[in-house]
């Protein structure tokens, strides 16, 4: 049996997570009808959802994710910070202990990051999406507990999605086909669109990977005393000489989580004495101290799936007509660094900005937006994997000539931008995705970075803010 979502002048959503509800948003006024297809049911309230396996860890959202965000759906900065999300000026709100020493504390407000769970943040902005399209001239149905089993069409053109439900009733497993002209893939790292491909007898587009091995656990913790908490969230991330890391970051309703992490054979364990030992063991003992002056609240949580990889999509003829793919389902990071959400929400206001200027869909349009999500993607793409590419396993591309380059001069730019405050400003406006890699090159900051001397940062946690 088919169905029909307003034949092309519809969309169907794979996914109602973040990224898919964020994609509904970018598809508001310019098709009639939106079908988003979830697996899970929504949990009342704001509550965990079994389909988020990392949900129950550190989430950010980075200065340009808010501001794409705040574009997408206003209000919803002002409203996650009404439902407990904590604002960090980065520099300012949060101490970061880098190879060389601690980076000094600039009273820079250029980039707010939100620290919250993903709770609040899925709830919040699932509530602002469904009500937008409920004052918007697009009519917006969500199919809850039910799955996508495969794409319908040909390998030059998709018209739509097979869905069964997933919720046991008698005859509640057979499928059924939904028809549509625009389907959009935001089902998150576990997206099966490579075997769809081959069912319609498509080649999967490349796929580019790098692994650093990387696993962590967190476990949220309260002060015991709120008024000797610290001021500031704290970030001791792992160099290659010393491969463990961790961070202590405030969130909603007075609490705190500790995420440790490590590489390869120097992954935290999950055991709570293990864990508070293992805090110990990262490159500076002051989280470890902090946690001695609270109280767990939770077990811990540990998650292992942080390779980052890469779909192509948007590479030519690798799409074919009326597919997107949006979010973790295109280009998945280490979650490490706190980058998915942000650029999920970049790339859903390319996708609206390609379907605004073309006036809505139209052939090729799917194609355009995907190039348009891959330059979204790219800068914090650069970033991560630059980052873990000491790390990488020996199966992975290697790096070229170009790449080493790069990295030789991102380490000594990081060591520059913890005492210096005009590197300092570069490389946070690349980090929070608010300026592309070019800035780093620019004149002023290459000098700064080549030339003047390297200098060990400070040697323990600052408190003063050093006005600049």
């Known amino acids: 049996m088919t ?27 310019h098709v009639e009808t939106v079908t988003v297809v979830e697996r899970d049911r929504y949990p009342e309230g704001r509550a965990f959802r079994k389909g988020v396996p990392q949900a ?62 993903r709770p609040v943040l899925d709830s919040v902005v699932r509530e602002r999406a469904l009500r937008a399209a409920a004052e918007s001239a697009t009519r917006v149905e969500v199919l809850e ?29 057979s499928e059924r086909e939904l028809s549509a002209g625009l389907v959009v893939d935001a089902s998150g790292r576990g997206s099966r669109a490579p075997q769809w491909f081959a069912e319609l007898g498509r080649s999967a587009p490349q796929e580019e990977s790098v692994d650093a ?25 792992g160099w290659p000489e010393c491969p463990r890391g961790a961070a202590y970051v405030p969130v909603e ?21 293990e864990f508070t030992a293992f805090s110990a063991t990262v490159g500076d003992p002051y989280i470890h101290e902090l946690l001695a002056q609270a109280e767990p609240q939770s077990p811990v949580h540990a998650f292992r799936d942080t390779r980052n990889r890469r779909r192509h999509f948007e590479g030519p003829g690798a799409l074919p007509e009326g597919l997107l793919v949006l979010g973790d389902a295109a280009c998945t990071f280490n979650p490490v660094y706190g980058q998915g959400m942000s650029v999920a929400a970049l790339g859903a206001l390319a996708v609206r900005g390609t379907l605004a ?47 080493r380059l790069s990295s030789w001069y991102l380490d000594r730019l990081a060591a520059r931008a913890a005492i210096d405050p005009v590197v300092g400003a570069a490389f946070r406006d690349v980090l929070s995705l608010t300026a592309p890699p070019t800035r780093l090159v620019a004149p002023r900051i290459a000098l700064r970075t080549v030339f003047l001397p390297r200098r060990p940062a400070l040697p323990s946690p600052p408190v ?4 600049i």
């Open 3 to 29: 169905e029909h979502s307003n034949g092309g002048r519809g969309a169907i959503v794979i996914g109602g997570g973040l990224a898919g509800m964020l994609a509904v948003t970018a598809l508001l006024g």
């Open 56 to 117: 129950r860890h550190l989430h950010v959202l980075l200065s340009g994710g808010s501001l794409a965000l705040e574009e997408l759906l206003p209000g919803t900065v002002a409203a996650l910070g009404e439902a407990g999300a904590r604002s960090l000026y980065l520099s300012r709100d949060l101490l970061t202990r880098t190879p060389t020493g601690w980076q000094r504390r600039f009273d820079e407000r250029r980039h707010r990051s939100l620290s919250v769970t």
């Open 145 to 173: 507990a039910t799955e996508v089993t495969g794409l319908t069409g040909d390998a030059g053109q998709v018209t739509g999605v097979r869905v069964r439900s997933r919720d046991g009733a008698p005859g509640g497993r």
């Open 213 to 237: 091995g990387l696993a962590y656990a967190t476990r949220m913790y309260r002060p015991k005393d709120p008024d000797t908490a610290p001021d500031a969230g704290v970030t001791i991330p």
């Open 253 to 273: 309703d007075g609490n705190w989580l500790a995420i440790l992490s490590g590489v390869r054979g120097d992954h935290p364990p999950t055991d709570a004495a």
């Open 357 to 403: 200027a073309g006036g809505g869909l139209r052939p090729g349009v799917g194609a355009e937006a995907q190039r348009a999500v891959a330059r979204a993607v790219e800068p914090a793409w650069l970033t991560a994997v630059g980052a873990d590419r000491p790390y990488a396993s020996p199966d992975d591309a290697k790096a070229g000539l170009g790449e």
């Open 464 to 467: 003063a803010i050093e006005a």
